[in-house]
């Protein structure tokens, strides 16, 4: 994690996407439905 942060200015979109990754995991039925892409998008940075 270190090293990727410092890669670039991303790392504040890599951490806020990790933010909406909790936050589907409390309502991953309506916004899974709605984003599909915001469970595959942080294993596609990575």
């Given amino acids: 994690m270190g090293p990727m942060q410092s890669y670039h200015n991303g790392s504040a979109i890599i951490s806020h996407r ?3 990754e909790k936050f589907n995991c409390l309502t ?3 916004v ?3 984003n599909p892409n ?3 998008q942080p294993l596609e940075v990575m």
Wanted: glycine residues 0%; aromatic residues 0%; proline residues 0%.
């Fill in 18 to 20: 990790r933010r909406r």
């Fill in 28 to 30: 991953s039925h309506s």
């Fill in 32 to 34: 899974a439905n709605d």
């Fill in 38 to 40: 915001l469970k595959i």
